[in-house]
T-cell receptor, first 109, second 114 residues
């Protein structure tokens, strides 16, 4: 699975959009981009995934660049409960997910 | 969908003792995964099952670790002769064979070896 690079931390004001970037320059054609988040003392939670088209669900939007070498997770109206570590994972849909150290998002008043 | 259940939530044990954790996956999920997470790090893959068959094991899974899923439903992870370095959060997850919507993780078992 391709390696990903994320900033270690980000801050966001409550009510504003949180844009979390991820670089995956070695992604191959059959690999998906997955996003999970982990709130303190809980297991990771699936957010969204995509192959090459932009995706949106009730939690977030995923924007994947045309060359697929990077992506951005967008939380449109961040709340304090969105404070968590966000993991970007690239996988061919195989049997395991390889987590990095993620981005610690802190949403503040 | 009652989610993935893990038991116990916390375990404190003395070095050298054996411990066993249990995971109950979502009933219609035929894949089950074990991960380990230490402080400040992302979860690391340990092993996974498809139904009752253990199909992959990480090199992190030393011979002191054993996992079973006897009837393709719940799973157990046993650590023999625990060491202080085994202190971590042990996470279980399950998925359908097609992981399109990703894994569902449990809340984990936090092991402290003293």
């Amino acid at each position: 699975d391709a390696k990903t690079t994320q900033p270690p931390s980000m801050d966001c004001a409550e009510g504003r959009a949180a844009n979390l970037p991820c670089n995956h320059s070695t992604i191959s054609g059959n690999e998906y981009v997955y996003w999970y988040r982990q709130i303190h003392s809980q297991g990771p939670q699936y957010i969204i995934h995509g192959l090459k088209n932009n995706e949106t669900n009730e939690m977030a939007s995923l924007i994947i660049t045309e060359d697929r070498k990077s992506s951005t997770l967008i939380l449109p109206h961040a709340t304090l409960r969105d404070t968590a570590v966000y993991y970007c994972i690239v996988t061919g849909g195989g049997n395991k997910l390889t987590f990095g150290t993620g981005t610690q998002l802190k949403v503040e008043l | 969908d009652t989610g993935v259940s893990q038991d116990p939530r916390h375990k404190i044990t003395k070095r050298g003792q054996n411990v066993t954790f249990r995971c109950d996956p979502i009933s219609e999920h035929n894949r089950l995964y074990w991960y380990r997470q230490t402080l400040g790090q992302g979860p690391e893959f340990l092993t996974y099952f498809q139904n009752e068959a253990q199909l992959e094991k990480s090199r992190l899974l030393s011979d002191r670790f054993s996992a079973e899923r006897p009837k393709g439903s719940f799973s157990t992870l046993e650590i023999q002769r625990t060491e202080q370095g085994d202190s971590a959060m042990y996470l279980c997850a399950s998925s359908r064979r097609d992981i399109g919507k990703g894994y569902t993780f449990g809340s984990g078992t936090r092991l402290t070896v003293v």
